[in-house]
């Protein structure tokens, strides 16, 4: 398993973008699936994620209401849909897959597999 994620790229403040996360060969539907971003010279930080079992989601509070994870499974495709997007949001952000699917969290070491990151800008 090998997500790939996408959809990143510059947009004014107040704009929005969708990334997703996909993987060709396996379906991502059964794993817990974690976004994450990292701004310049910060740590790694979780901002979203969604369970492998019952689509559950969490949110870290500074994107609460402005972001929304989702699944389409037929897709293989996990989103994470940016709106309102404001220069802060700017990093590179990263989904990766956690086998253990009956729950997600923001911490990393849930996750052992992870995309390549694409990178967000928020700036006008």
């Known amino acids: 398993l090998r997500p790939v994620t996408s959809g990143g790229g510059l947009v004014q403040p107040g704009g929005s973008l969708r990334l997703s996360c996909a993987d060709s060969?396996?379906?991502?539907?059964?794993?817990?699936i974690g976004w994450f971003r990292q701004a310049p010279g910060k740590e790694r930080e979780g901002i979203s994620c969604?369970?492998?079992?019952?689509?559950?989601?969490w949110y870290t509070d500074s994107v609460k209401g402005r972001f929304t994870i989702s699944r389409e499974n037929a897709k293989r495709t996990v989103y994470l849909q940016m709106n309102s997007l404001k220069p802060a949001d700017t990093g590179v952000y990263y989904c990766?897959?956690?086998?253990?699917?009956?729950?997600?969290?923001?911490?990393?070491?849930?996750?052992?597999?992870w995309g390549q990151g694409t990178q967000v800008t928020v700036s006008s």
């Open positions: 990766a897959a956690a086998d253990a699917s009956a729950y997600c969290s923001g911490s990393a070491q849930q996750y052992g597999y």
């Open positions: 060969g396996f379906s991502l539907g059964n794993y817990a």
């Open positions: 969604i369970d492998g079992s019952r689509g559950r989601t």
